[in-house]
Structure formats: C-alpha cells, structure tokens
C-alpha cells in the first residue's frame, strides 16, 4: 500500500490542498476565502483554526479517512535563511513560523497547519524547499555595499524539484549536475546549481535580474535613489513599482505574458518591444549564471507558466543554446512538489533535514 499524505499551500485569500497516494493526486481543491473572512483576523497566525476548519471539513465531505495518511507537508514560509531540504516541523521551526521570522506571510501557515494536524493524527509534518532557502556562495554575497549584501530569495520548491526531476529522469544523481534553472512566472529566478546547491541565484523578488510580470528586476541604483528622495512617492508606492506594479505591468497594464504575446502578434509596437527586452534580460542571466559555473553547464532547465509559451522558449534557447542544450517542464506543480519532498525522505532516500 502507498503512502498518503496531506499537502497543504496557502496563498493570501486561498488555501491549496491535494491528498496523494505516493506521487498520484488523489484530489485537490483550492479553498479561497473572502476579503471580509481574512479581515476578522488581526494577524496571519490567527487565521489557524479557521483554515484548519475549512481542510477538515472539506476532507469529511469526500469522506475522506484523515487516519490513513502517513504525512502531512505544507509550504515552508519566512524563515531564517536555510539549505534546501525536506525539514520535520520542529518547536524551533514552527517557532519561527508563528513570529515571522523574515515577515509575515500566508506561506507560513503550512507549516503551522501541518504540524497541528499531523500531532493530532501521531504522523509527521513537514516542509519543503520554502523560498528562503539559501545556499548561496561567500563570493555571490559580495554586492558592493558591505550593509546591502546580496540575498537568495527565489522559487526554491520549483526549481529544486525540476532540477532533481531531470536527475532522475537521465539517471543521475542531483549533487552530480551543474544546471541552470530559470522560473518565469509572476517573477523570474535564475539560478546556478552545483553539485545539489544553489550557489548563486538572481532574487525573483525586490530587485535583481531580469524584469518580469510583475517585478522590476534590476534597476538603475542611482536614479532609484533619486526617486526615493523626490517627495513625489511615498515609501510604500516606490517600493509597488519594484514589486507589483513593475514590470509589463509597468510597461503595458497586464502581468500576463499570453496577453503581451497577443498584442506582440497583433502588431503592438510597446508589446514586442517589452517582450523582446524581457527575452533578451533572462538570456543575460542565463549568461551570467553560465559564468558562475565556469561555462560548463550539464543542462539549461526552463521552468514556469510562462514557459509554456513555445516562442518565448525558442527566443531564449536561439541567444542561449551555444551554452548547454535545454530541456523545458512548464507550470510548477508545487503540491507534487511539496509530497515528493516528504516521500524522499519516509523512503530513505534521503534525511529529513533538522532547523
């Protein structure tokens, strides 16, 4: 008999649950909760119970035996910088997750919701890859200003499990491979991967990289400066146009890359010419990142909803491909993601890391 397990994501105004058996989606269901719910709660944490409710109910609906699962694994949320992993939900950990250690998030209810329900079913509870993770080299740190450091922020769950998808599917180990993995979606990560570690990686979220959706990327430090200190903008509505209202929102009002590809296609003069900025940003990146590993990469992994365009992974692979050859798996199947993590380790393939 397989392993059940219990996958919980929550987002903002929503909390993602699928129940597998082994790697099988058994059923999923995204639960999205109202603006008045989510207002009645004074902090993230206290959205608890009530989300807690809302996955028991929805379980004793498809009459679901909660005393069959074998795990329960939620998203990992801000916590300490840490190595990728699968990590058991200790009282350190979820310390941490209830006092935000790096913010206040959703995400970090995963963690919270898991263990809860997972001590009352006597299972284990873990996390997976959360976007913290931070395996970063001495040297990537080095940013040119000793109090600004440059930090690993990035869609660490996603691109941890391509990359070690790919391992297994040319039957090699993961920590044998020198890849670079590009996430496009609502933001864009690049990340170089040696030997099983991220050792340097663009920040998908305040201000590194290429642009994407709905992030600027990296901009220019002495005009931003100038900005801040204009009066024009408060603190709050700078930082929106860095993440949020950045990127082809900025640029053309959509953060959806089907549109801009429609309009490109159409004829929209601003739409190609976006497009083919965005296109020709994760290209450097991709260079960049060739450059960390000494130009000898294994394999370039395109990953992401915006990879499912075909296009716009022939553009990047037509600047790229003298590099290394590509392999693309579109969209980001984070609950898979979220149970192989926990399946590796209760099969022994590897150990559940300790916070």
């Known amino acids: 008999m397989g392993i059940k397990s219990l996958i919980i994501n929550p987002g903002s105004t929503s ?8 790697e099988t989606l058994l059923f999923e269901e995204t ?10 709660f004074p902090t993230i944490v206290d959205q608890k119970d009530f989300r807690k409710k809302i996955i028991t109910d929805l379980l ?28 058991a939900v200790t009282d350190d950990l979820l310390h941490d997750l209830v006092i935000g250690k ?30 913290v993770v931070d395996e970063l080299a001495p040297v990537a740190r080095f940013s040119g200003v000793p109090e600004l450091p440059r930090t690993s922020v990035f869609h660490a769950l996603n691109q941890k499990a391509v990359a070690k998808r790919y391992a297994k599917e040319i039957g090699k180990p993961y920590d044998s491979l ?16 040696l030997y099983g570690k991220v050792v340097d990686v ?60 429609k309009r490109a296609n159409a004829g929209d003069e601003k739409a190609i010419a976006a497009k083919e900025a965005f296109l ?36 990047i692979q037509e600047r790229c491909g003298f590099i290394a050859p590509f392999t693309v798996y579109p969209g980001e199947d984070e609950l898979l993601a979220l149970a192989q993590g926990g399946l590796r380790v209760l099969r022994g393939e590897e150990e559940a890391k300790q916070y």
Not at 15 to 22: H, L, M
């Open 280 to 315: 020709y940003q994760v290209s450097k990146n991709i260079g960049s990142m060739a450059c960390v590993l000494y130009g000898k990469v294994d394999q370039i992994i395109l990953t992401g909803g915006i990879a499912y365009g075909a296009d716009v992974c022939a553009a």
């Open 60 to 87: 004793a609906s498809k009459n679901f035996d909660m005393k069959s699962l074998g795990m329960v694994v939620g998203r990992g949320g801000m916590l300490k910088p840490i190595p990728g992993g699968t990590y």
């Open 102 to 131: 790096q913010g206040q998030h959703a995400s970090n209810l995963g963690g919270i919701l898991a263990r809860e329900i997972g001590d009352s079913l006597g299972i284990p509870s873990f996390i997976v890859d959360p976007v």
């Open 178 to 193: 020198r890849l670079i993995v590009v996430h496009m979606g609502g933001g864009v990560s690049v990340g170089a991967h």
């Open 202 to 261: 663009f920040n998908a979220l305040d201000g590194d990289g290429a642009f994407s959706p709905e992030r600027a990327g990296a901009v220019p430090s002495g005009a931003l400066i100038k900005m801040c200190f204009s009066g024009k903008y408060t603190e709050k509505e700078v930082y929106s146009k860095i993440v949020g209202k950045g990127g082809f929102n900025a640029y053309l009002g959509t953060n959806d890359m089907r549109e801009v590809t």
């Open 15 to 22: 909390t993602k649950i699928g129940v597998f058996e082994d």
């Open 31 to 40: 639960l999205r909760h109202t603006t008045e719910e989510i207002a009645q």
